[in-house]
């Protein structure tokens, strides 16, 4: 693989007077073998834009302009962008956006503006205190040609959203992620090769977007709203949790109703039920809701 530009994170943060906020999941990466290793993973090629989220002192930026066709880094820090224009005079394919990647509309703000006609791969080192809203956003707005995301994220994060139904890590989560993804954990991550080191164990997960939904929704606002009922209090029975989220809008009764209908236990609880089963009850349930 060929090498980006080396930055040495220390080196950078010393010159440029940088101190990491904590506020904003500023752990740097000053490992390169990680940083290719991601950047591998992501497997990108000359025909794809990659929107690199947080990238901080660009120490993966100029691996992955390197590989890709476009590279459209989203940092929020205004304090980091003197040092991301320093890139630019090595590599002419990137562009720099000072904004709140969450306040961003991607497809017009981002796609439309730069990558229409590409590939479109999201990569990055995630800041951990917004990690779950992030991933929703890209799979929730229907980003264009998105085709995968690579993210180094949490450790438990990435276990909860590759869990199997009957675990305890097993939640919404992991069901709204594959919905409209397949997701792989790749390999576990140290604290030492960040700066500073978190406390947390990290992991590399990719998320291959789905061409199609797994299974048909007759609302997908009212199927998360499911969820969230559902995995909202874990140990109480689904007929009880759905019953008791006033904006479903539906009885003990059609509950159970619904889940004898599906061939279930009235007695279940919401971590046994898979996506697709989920669907089906957020289907009957709504049509019982809206009548
Ligand atoms: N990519 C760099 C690396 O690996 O060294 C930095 C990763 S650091 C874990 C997370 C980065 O995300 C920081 O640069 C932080 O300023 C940025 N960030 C935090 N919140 C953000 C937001 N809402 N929108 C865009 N960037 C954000």
Redesign the pocket.
Known sequence: MERGKKINTKELMKVYNIEP?KK??????HDYNIVEKIVLSADIDKDDCVIE?????G??TSYLAERANKVIA????KK?IPVLEHLKEDYENIEIVNE???KLDINKEIIEKYCSDKNVKVV????YY?TTPIIMKFLEENVMNLESMTFLVQKEVAERICAKPGGKEYGMLTVAVNYFAYPKSLFKVSPSVFIPKPNVDSSVIRFDVRKERPFHLKDQDFFFKVLKASFAQRRKTLANSLSNAPYLNVTREDVCKALEEMGKGISIRGEVLSGEEFGTLSNILFDIHTK
């Open positions: 906020v904003l999941g500023q752990n740097f990466l989220i947080g990238p901080g002192l120490v993966m989203v940092e929020i820090d980091l709140d990647v969450l990055a080192n995630l800041p917004i």
